[in-house]
């Protein structure tokens, strides 16, 4: 894969409803050393790296695809909170109006 900026309507054409595309994309997308895949920013190209290419990584890769899923499972168990929060909401809401409909 060459580099070499397509113009805009040259992407492929979305099938059916899907989610708008993000607002800005990146000037200089983070592309693999190894396989030369392309990734909107550091942390994921440094987590791409850690799960498909860990044998060759170097001690830096490693020490920025630590950091990237650290990084990554404190966002995950924040959503987990938030998730649950709002299930418990939802819930209790349910009980409430329950108690008092009837
Ligand atoms: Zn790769």
Same mark, same amino acid.
């Given at each position: 894969?060459?580099?070499? /900026?397509?113009? #805009?309507?040259?992407? %492929?054409?979305?099938?059916? +409803?899907?989610? @708008? ?5 990146? !000037? &200089? ?19 791409? /790296?850690?799960? #498909?290419?860990?044998? %060759?990584?170097?001690?830096? +890769?490693?020490? @920025? ?5 650290? !990084? &990554? ?30």
């Amino acid at each position: 894969m060459s580099g070499g /900026r397509a113009s #805009a309507g040259d992407t %492929a054409a979305p099938t059916g +409803e899907r989610a @708008a595309p993000p607002p800005k994309p990146p !000037e &200089e997308p983070a592309v693999c050393g190894h396989c030369g895949d392309r990734f909107a920013d550091d942390r994921l190209l440094a987590l791409h /790296r850690g799960r #498909a290419h860990r044998e %060759a990584l170097t001690d830096a +890769e490693v020490e @920025a695809y630590r950091e990237a899923r650290t !990084e &990554e499972r404190d966002d995950v168990r924040l959503f987990r909170v938030k998730a649950l929060g709002l299930l418990l909401l939802i819930y209790f809401g349910f009980i409430y109006v329950y108690a008092f409909v009837l």
